[in-house]
Nanobody
Framework: VQLQASGGGLVQAGGSLRLSCAAS????????MVWFRQAPGKEREFVAA????????YYADSVKGRFTISRDNAKNTVYLQMNSLKPEDTAVYYC?????????????????????WGKGTLVTVSS
């Protein structure tokens, strides 16, 4: 199984980026997909999740209204559209496959529950 995240880069505050995570050797539609991020010196934190069919989404309060998670099961790909970026969004962003196909009731420390992880893509937001 491989999850390949891409789309990171350097952007000015207020700008936008779209991250992609392509899955291979995975029955993609059986998994909810989750984005996490980890800033330097900080703990990994939950960003957004989407159910197996794309019908339900869930966001961290810090990104609600600015980020949008979506998926295309035909392409085995999950996306994270990030708008109105802030310097505090700077982090390595990771996608993960959640064995629970439906959204969890909370994602506070859910990284230990994920089945598979991508290698991460760096997002840097300059002020």
């Amino acid at each position: 199984v491989q999850l390949q995240a891409s789309g990171g880069g350097l952007v000015q505050a207020g700008g936008s980026l779209r991250l992609s995570c392509a899955a291979s050797e995975l029955t993609f539609s059986r998994y909810a997909m989750v984005w996490f991020r980890q800033a330097p010196g900080k703990e990994r934190e939950f960003v957004a999740a989407i159910s197996w069919n794309g019908g339900s989404t869930y966001y961290a309060d810090s990104v609600k209204g600015r980020f949008t998670i979506s998926r295309d099961n035909a392409k085995n790909t999950v996306y994270l559209q990030m708008n109105s970026l802030k310097p505090e969004d700077t982090a390595v962003y990771y996608c993960a496959a959640d064995p629970s196909p439906w959204l969890r009731t909370q994602y506070g420390r859910s990284w230990s529950l994920m089945d598979y992880w991508g290698k991460g893509t760096l997002v840097t937001v300059s002020s």
